[in-house]
């Protein structure tokens, strides 16, 4: 199973940005997929998660900003991201929960992909 993350880039203050994440290879079914970020000196952070039945989680610092979306027949999550702000600045990683066809349960992170905001 593999996750590959795109649309990351340079931005301006108060501009957007959107990420996408495919996920691909032998896929059961996919419980979660979601969101990290990391930026420099600091822990890696909840974003936002998606679950299959459509629930959403944000952190706080982007509720209200970004939006986390879903297309199940694609096996791929989105984030948009509007308002963005030069501390939003980080490495961002997509992961999920997936249910592989041999009904194993494991988690995946992509390789990340990197978000600036200039301020």
């Known amino acids: 199973v593999q996750l590959v993350e795109s649309g990351g880039g340079l931005v301006q203050a108060g501009g957007s940005l959107r990420l996408s994440c495919a996920a691909s290879?032998?896929?059961?079914?996919?419980?979660?997929m979601g969101w990290y970020r990391q930026a420099p000196g600091k822990q890696r952070e909840l974003v936002a998660t998606i679950y299959s039945g459509g629930t959403t989680n944000y952190g706080d610092y982007v509720k209200g900003r970004f939006t986390v979306a879903r297309d199940a027949t694609k096996n791929a999550v989105y984030l948009q991201m509007n308002g963005l702000k030069p501390e939003d600045t980080a490495v961002y990683y997509c992961?999920?929960?997936?249910?592989?066809?041999?009904?194993?349960?494991?988690?995946?992170w992509g390789q990340g992909t990197q978000v600036t905001v200039s301020s």
């Open positions: 992961y999920s929960q997936i249910v592989r066809l041999a009904r194993t349960t494991d988690d995946y």
């Open positions: 290879g032998d896929i059961f079914s996919i419980n979660f």
